[in-house]
């Protein structure tokens, strides 16, 4: 969309009323597709802070509910249809935490997710991720120092999630094995039911 296409959308009063009665509907039938779908669109319009707040609160509600569930039972998440949007939810949560300095909370976030993920790719990534959160490396730092920004072929499922980096992952998951061992000692915990 140029700015004249988001300037229509923003002042269309239609439009604005459509994506306020999605908001509604998929909040109160905790439909995390329309939730996110709705989530988009408001963010991309840049608009009320504390109705995008909000849906961002239920989605992570939602998505909280619903992997306590799959935790619970043993099970694993596929990166398909709303398990996507599962995973999704809670990585954006961590990263979240992450930005705000909490290394804690998003290493534990990370943490789950690396154990209830069924993706080999995002899996490694997230254990790259909880070497370098016990580090308290900030986010800013990891992004300049250890993300690739130069890959263009990232599939699709990955697109949400920082998985290409500057530096081989089973090399640097084999020199940091120490302290993957030892982070998942000590979060182990979250995992029983």
């Known amino acids: 969309m140029n700015k004249d296409e988001l300037q229509e959308a923003r002042t269309n009063p239609d439009f604005l009323k459509y994506l306020e009665e999605n908001r509604l509907k998929a909040i109160e039938e905790d439909n995390l597709a329309l939730m996110y779908e709705t989530l988009d669109s408001m963010l991309v319009l840049d608009l009320e802070e504390e109705k995008i707040n909000n849906l961002y609160q239920n989605i992570l509600k939602t998505a909280f509910n619903k992997i306590e569930k799959i935790v619970n039972e043993d099970k694993k998440l596929n990166l398909k249809d709303e398990n996507l949007l599962l995973v999704r939810a809670l990585y954006e949560h961590g990263i979240e935490k992450w930005s705000y300095d909490n290394f804690d909370g998003s290493k534990e976030?990370?943490?789950?997710?690396?154990?209830?993920?069924?993706?080999?790719?995002?899996?490694k990534a997230l254990n790259v991720l909880v070497i370098v959160l016990s580090n308290k490396?900030?986010?800013?730092?990891?992004?300049?120092?250890?993300v690739n920004h130069d890959i263009n072929d990232i599939q699709e499922e990955h697109g949400y999630f920082i998985v290409n980096f500057k530096f081989d992952v089973d090399e640097y998951l084999s020199l940091n094995e120490a302290v993957l061992k030892k982070e998942y000692e000590n979060l182990k915990h979250l995992l029983e039911a």
Not at 137 to 146: S, V
Request: hydrophobic share 50%; aromatic share 12%.
């Open 109 to 123: 976030i990370m943490f789950v997710l690396s154990n209830i993920v069924d993706d080999e790719l995002l899996e």
């Open 137 to 146: 490396m900030t986010l800013d730092e990891f992004y300049e120092a250890k």
